[in-house]
């Protein structure tokens, strides 16, 4: 049964601690959670979307329990892409500040993962030509596209108010969890 205490992590744990403890609770989290009316064309957005929902609050707990500069995050969530416009990402469920509610592929980090279908890891955002400054606050970014079939189907994006935040550790655990969010999805 699903309980808030799958939100909870232990203070000061390492990022693969961290991380370990997120892709877990996703596995439990979503299990059997597959049981949407469909809707057609919007469907597939409506599908994913209380997976991505309970993968944003994971991710936000878990970089917030990790020692700094991991807990000065200050957005985590999810853009997946429009199902009017495939060449458009809209605002998915997230922590953190309102947020641009539209991203064209190609423009700012979010759209630039999605359209190259790579992890992009920003250590300072004020040096990245096209930064879409939606949060003034945020100093670094790592965007994780999320493939289905080959095909993007949304992007992880994760930004913190402190440059040089994320790292190797962080690409690796949060692309596991684009690739579990890729199967454990209805898209």
Request: net charge negative; hydrophobic share 40%.
């Amino acid at each position: 049964m699903v309980h808030a205490n799958a939100s909870n992590f232990m203070e000061n744990i390492t990022k693969k601690e961290a991380y370990t403890q997120v892709l877990e609770q996703a596995e439990a989290l979503f299990d059997g959670q597959r049981n949407w009316v469909n809707y057609p064309k919007i469907s597939s957005l409506i599908l994913a979307i209380s997976n991505l929902a309970n993968a944003a609050s994971l991710i936000w707990h878990a970089q917030k329990s990790m020692p700094y500069p991991s807990n000065e995050t200050n957005w985590t969530g999810f853009y997946v892409v429009d199902p009017v416009n495939d060449k458009q990402l809209i605002l998915g469920p997230f922590m953190g500040k309102v947020a641009c509610q539209t991203i064209v592929f190609g423009q700012g980090v979010c759209g630039k993962a999605a359209q190259a279908k790579e992890t992009i890891v920003v250590p300072d955002v004020n040096a990245f030509p096209g930064h879409i400054a939606c949060d003034g606050d945020t100093n670094s970014e790592i965007v994780v596209p999320i493939l289905h079939k080959d095909k993007v189907v949304g992007v992880i994006d994760c930004d913190s108010a402190v440059a040089n935040t994320f790292d190797g550790d962080d690409r690796e655990y949060l692309e596991k969890l684009a690739d579990f969010l890729s199967s454990a999805c209805n898209w």
